[in-house]
Nanobody, 115 residues
Framework: QVQLVESGGGLVQPGGSLRLSCAASENIFSISTMGWYRQAPGRQRELVAS???????TYADSVKGRFAISRDNAKNTIYLQMTSLKPEDAAVYYCRSLTGGRLYWGQGTQVTVSS
């Protein structure tokens, strides 16, 4: 059972930056596609960014050029660097892994963008 723990959320002003982290309980990145998703109140959960085992990345159009997903294999941790944050980026951000055909989710971390 893979466990994912997110951290790094918080309150930031528009235009600010945050870095989210997702620590995995096992060394799974070489066999997994990892992703960051977000869900705002009243909206469906949506993909923000993903990174495959080979290192290929994908981004939602709304965050291209502002967010960057990366990973540190030695620390079993993936990151989401978020810059130029907008009020519409506010949501609960979740980490997800697709490992061995199974999906695992973290508990989420809240990001609030407000002045």
């Amino acid at each position: 059972q893979v466990q994912l723990v997110e951290s790094g959320g918080g309150l930031v002003q528009p235009g600010g930056s945050l870095r989210l982290s997702c620590a995995a309980s096992e060394n799974i990145f070489s066999i997994s596609t990892m992703g960051w998703y977000r869900q705002a109140p009243g909206r469906q959960r949506e993909l923000v960014a993903s990174i495959t085992s080979g290192g290929s990345t994908t981004y939602a159009d709304s965050v291209k050029g502002r967010f960057a997903i990366s990973r540190d294999n030695a620390k079993n941790t993936i990151y989401l660097q978020m810059t130029s944050l907008k009020p519409e980026d506010a949501a609960v951000y979740y980490c997800r892994s697709l490992t061995g055909g199974r999906l695992y989710w973290g508990q989420g971390t809240q990001v609030t963008v407000s002045s």
